[in-house]
């Protein structure tokens, strides 16, 4: 059974601070790893696409990818209330099937 | 915009009626998908389309079927719906030309009593 795992939370971080949300997979043939952002009664909203080792960087966010170990994270930078949501991780299937796999996802709290 | 439109989006029915879910999108994406998201479990692949009459089951297909007549049109039916497939249920769509990424829809929340 592939999965993807994640600490569901919720994570409290003041505001202004860096929040750190972390994600493991099974599948060590995934190539493409994704972080979500929902808020509470709503869709899933991409935020991130990482796709090689090492760290990317959008605005507040930065992905970081690190296959050897088969983990993905997501630093928030300067964490605002409005970042409060459930960030979920998904990784695709690497069986070229164009399956993913989705986390159950990380609650955030900042707090102001 | 990604351009789904889900419908309905809410629906309350029966224990043992069938029920049809309506994926819509306006892209001419090749890839569509439903899920399910429950507490504690997350998003759950039922099935997925790689074209049109093409699909697969995902982890939780048990229950559901779908149907894909048409690029724009992704339908997932629950035949004789149950308690357990109380839900939201969200279609998604990987555009063809992009990195891969699943862009989704609002969602349709069904209740089974």
């Known amino acids: 059974q592939k999965e993807v795992e994640q600490n569901s939370g919720p994570l409290s971080v003041p505001e202004g601070a860096i929040a750190s949300l972390n994600c493991t997979y099974s599948?060590?043939?995934?190539?493409?790893f994704f972080w979500y952002r929902q808020y509470s009664g709503k869709s899933p909203e991409l935020i991130m696409s990482i796709y090689s080792n090492g760290d990317k960087e959008d605005g507040r966010f930065t992905a970081q990818l690190n296959k050897a170990s088969q983990y993905v994270s997501l630093l928030i930078r300067d964490s605002q209330p409005s970042d409060s949501a459930t960030y979920l991780c998904?990784?695709?299937?690497?069986?070229?099937?164009?399956?993913?796999?989705f986390g159950t996802g990380t609650r955030l709290k900042v707090l102001a | 915009d990604a351009g789904i439109t889900q419908s309905p989006r809410h629906k309350v029915t029966e224990t043992g009626t069938p029920v049809t879910l309506r994926c819509h999108q306006t892209?001419?994406?090749?890839?569509m998908y439903w899920y399910r998201q429950d507490p504690g479990h997350g998003l759950r692949l039922i099935h997925y389309s790689y074209g049109v009459k093409d699909t697969d089951k995902g982890e939780v297909s048990d229950g559901y079927s779908v149907s894909r007549s048409k690029t724009e049109d992704f339908l997932l039916t629950l035949e004789s719906a149950t308690s357990s497939q109380t839900s939201v249920y969200f279609c998604?769509?990987?555009?063809?030309?992009?990195?891969?990424?699943?862009?989704f829809g609002e969602g349709s929340r069904l209740t089974v009593l």
């Open positions: 892209e001419n994406h090749r890839y």
């Open positions: 998604a769509i990987r555009p063809g030309q992009g990195t891969g990424e699943l862009f």
């Open positions: 599948d060590r043939g995934s190539q493409s």
């Open positions: 998904a990784v695709n299937e690497g069986s070229g099937t164009y399956k993913y796999i």
